[in-house]
């Protein structure tokens, strides 16, 4: 039978063809459906689906999209993952901790590691979310001193304890030769891909300043940046680094400005904004609590600590008894070592520094022992979205965002390409995403009980992959990646 060419037969023998020959929807591995996308790298702040595909976003759309698993995300917030630029916490129980609280990459930098490709090869396949380290100058000062392999040394404190109570390694000046070998090894954990050099100078009182900028030098000349964690609280700490900075060409980053200021904060934002409007590659953080944690048998706490932390044993607190420290208690703990709270600072001084431009949000999060700890590994982020963003209203819910996810990413990318695709929510970056209910997000740790999790955070994927679903974290999903340098020597071989 012919058709004339203006029958129904003769248009349906046409497009039936070539409809049974278009391509079908493309199928996403995951579709977070209905979302308010907000990324802070481009500004989008609307409605969208985001497709994920191989653990990469393959699309963000106002059309419907299909997927494997689609999950229904309307009312919350499609974000970045948190980036944590200040994490010591770095075992698979601690990260899923911040896995909870939205973090979807936690980097070693102020301590840093030594040696460096040991420490990345034994994170292989064990850790929730993204994690990378700087090569420190704390360890690479024991390895000197002492011959020891400290590696992370907020992790592995025993190993730095061999050395004694007051090893030379933190408390002795180094020779002109020492120098030059602590050089050479934090030369070498850059060639092995760390992300630039880690330096604790409150706990190396003997590393003089001149030792410092030699090592300064080394980072202006592997064009890395060098973070810091001054050598004293106060602006007279900060501008000695930030001199030292300026006088060697390094890139700076300091570590805890609330923590580090001290009452000083107003003066030290100052110092820090005209230093980068000079054109000083210069950047800072602050985590939002009142009181730090750190090592009660570290040099901090050498004779004199008192005018240096400007504080007394009052404000130091055992996590372990939730005891206040007298002289003797301080005494009986700081020789066996463990973790201490310091309460040394002032809400409005904090609120200052989480809401000042430009300053990031990092956590500071160190290890948790037996379920105790200080509460700024579980709940960072969320507290800073739930208390300084919604009840405060100290700055935007995106101005906030911003501080946790793409300035940090830029902090760190031009050291580490794979920072370039992380930090946003756009076609081609890295699927580290957080969703959460911007009404209802709020962090629940406490000094009592500091490994609560937050409120609505609901949703948090690790290239592509959920370790939180539905608030819950989705155990044994090790989706972490390595954040590396550029690497330019051979691992040492394992046997």
């Given at each position: 039978?012919?058709?004339?060419?203006?029958s129904?037969?003769?248009?349906?023998?046409?497009?039936?063809?070539?409809?049974?020959?278009?391509?079908?929807?493309?199928?996403?591995?995951?579709?977070?459906?209905?979302?308010?996308?907000?990324?802070?790298?481009?500004?989008?702040?609307?409605?969208?689906?985001?497709?994920?595909?191989?653990?990469?976003?393959?699309?963000?759309?106002?059309?419907?999209?299909?997927?494997?698993?689609?999950?229904?995300?309307?009312?919350?917030?499609v974000?970045?993952?948190?980036?944590?630029?200040?994490?010591?916490?770095?075992?698979?129980?601690?990260?899923?901790?911040?896995?909870?609280?939205?973090?979807?990459?936690?980097?070693?930098?102020?301590?840093?590691?030594?040696?460096?490709?040991?420490?990345?090869?034994?994170?292989?396949?064990?850790?929730?979310?993204?994690?990378?380290a700087?090569?420190?100058?704390?360890?690479?000062?024991?390895?000197?001193?002492?011959?020891?392999?400290?590696?992370?040394?907020?992790?592995?404190?025993?190993?730095?304890?061999?050395?004694g109570?007051?090893?030379?390694?933190?408390?002795?000046?180094?020779?002109?030769?020492?120098?030059?070998?602590?050089?050479?090894?934090?030369?070498?954990?850059?060639?092995?891909?760390?992300?630039?050099i880690?330096?604790?100078?409150?706990?190396?009182?003997?590393?003089?300043?001149?030792?410092?900028?030699?090592?300064?030098?080394?980072?202006?000349?592997?064009?890395?940046?060098?973070f810091?964690?001054?050598?004293?609280?106060?602006?007279?700490?900060?501008?000695?680094?930030?001199?030292?900075?300026?006088?060697?060409?390094?890139?700076?980053?300091?570590?805890?400005?609330?923590?580090?200021?001290?009452?000083?904060?107003?003066?030290?934002?100052?110092?820090?904004?005209?230093?980068?409007?000079?054109?000083?590659?210069?950047?800072?953080?602050?985590?939002p609590?009142?009181?730090?944690?750190?090592?009660?048998?570290?040099?901090?706490?050498?004779?004199?600590?008192?005018?240096?932390?400007?504080?007394?044993?009052?404000?130091?607190?055992?996590?372990?008894?939730?005891?206040?420290?007298?002289?003797?208690?301080?005494?009986?703990?700081?020789?066996?070592?463990?973790?201490?709270?310091?309460?040394?600072?002032k809400?409005?001084?904090?609120?200052?520094?989480?809401?000042?431009?430009?300053?990031?949000?990092?956590?500071?999060?160190?290890?948790?022992?037996?379920?105790?700890?200080?509460?700024?590994?579980?709940?960072?982020?969320?507290?800073?979205l739930?208390?300084?963003?919604?009840?405060?209203?100290?700055?935007?819910?995106?101005?906030?965002?911003a501080?946790?996810?793409?300035?940090?990413?830029?902090?760190?990318?031009?050291?580490?390409?794979?920072?370039?695709?992380?930090?946003?929510?756009?076609?081609?970056?890295?699927?580290?995403?957080?969703?959460?209910?911007?009404?209802?997000?709020?962090?629940?740790?406490?000094?009592?009980?500091?490994?609560?999790?937050?409120?609505?955070?609901?949703q948090?994927?690790?290239?592509?992959?959920?370790?939180?679903?539905?608030?819950?974290?989705?155990?044994?999903?090790?989706?972490g990646?390595?954040?590396?340098?550029?690497?330019?020597?051979?691992?040492?071989a394992?046997?």
């Amino acid at each position: 039978m012919t058709r004339a060419p203006g029958s129904i037969a003769f248009v349906l023998s046409v497009l039936l063809p070539l409809t049974a020959c278009a391509p079908a929807a493309p199928l996403y591995d995951v579709v977070l459906s209905g979302g308010r996308v907000m990324d802070p790298a481009s500004g989008l702040d609307s409605v969208r689906n985001v497709g994920i595909k191989d653990g990469k976003i393959a699309a963000v759309s106002t059309e419907a999209l299909k997927g494997t698993t689609v999950v229904d995300v309307t009312g919350k917030v499609v974000a970045p993952g948190f980036i944590d630029l200040h994490a010591h916490g770095q075992d698979a129980g601690d990260m899923e901790i911040q896995s909870r609280d939205g973090v979807t990459t936690a980097l070693e930098l102020e301590v840093g590691v030594y040696p460096v490709a040991p420490w990345y090869q034994s994170m292989e396949g064990k850790a929730p979310v993204n994690y990378g380290a700087t090569v420190g100058h704390i360890p690479a000062r024991f390895k000197v001193f002492h011959g020891i392999d400290v590696g992370d040394w907020p992790l592995n404190p025993q190993a730095a304890m061999k050395a004694g109570l007051k090893p030379a390694g933190t408390n002795a000046a180094a020779s002109d030769s020492q120098v030059a070998a602590i050089a050479d090894l934090l030369r070498q954990g850059l060639d092995e891909g760390a992300l630039g050099i880690g330096f604790g100078v409150n706990y190396t009182p003997g590393a003089a300043q001149s030792e410092i900028e030699r090592m300064f030098a080394v980072a202006a000349e592997r064009k890395v940046p060098a973070f810091i964690h001054t050598r004293a609280f106060g602006i007279g700490a900060i501008r000695e680094a930030i001199e030292s900075a300026l006088r060697t060409g390094a890139s700076l980053h300091v570590v805890h400005i609330g923590s580090s200021s001290g009452p000083d904060l107003p003066q030290a934002l100052a110092l820090i904004d005209s230093v980068k409007a000079s054109g000083k590659d210069l950047t800072t953080e602050v985590y939002p609590y009142i009181a730090g944690s750190t090592r009660l048998e570290s040099a901090m706490f050498n004779p004199g600590w008192q005018q240096n932390l400007k504080i007394d044993y009052g404000e130091l607190q055992w996590p372990l008894t939730g005891e206040r420290l007298t002289k003797a208690t301080f005494d009986k703990y700081r020789a066996q070592g463990g973790w201490v709270i310091l309460f040394t600072m002032k809400d409005e001084n904090i609120d200052k520094a989480v809401a000042h431009p430009g300053v990031l949000i990092a956590s500071d999060g160190v290890p948790f022992v037996n379920g105790t700890g200080h509460p700024r590994g579980a709940g960072t982020f969320s507290r800073v979205l739930g208390r300084y963003v919604r009840e405060k209203k100290l700055l935007s819910l995106m101005d906030g965002l911003a501080k946790m996810t793409i300035l940090p990413a830029r902090r760190v990318e031009t050291v580490a390409p794979a920072m370039k695709n992380k930090g946003r929510v756009s076609v081609g970056a890295d699927a580290d995403i957080t969703v959460f209910d911007p009404a209802t997000v709020v962090d629940n740790a406490t000094w009592e009980h500091p490994t609560l999790p937050p409120t609505g955070i609901t949703q948090v994927l690790v290239n592509g992959q959920f370790v939180v679903r539905d608030g819950q974290s989705v155990k044994g999903v090790m989706a972490g990646r390595p954040v590396r340098g550029l690497v330019k020597a051979a691992p040492p071989a394992t046997h």
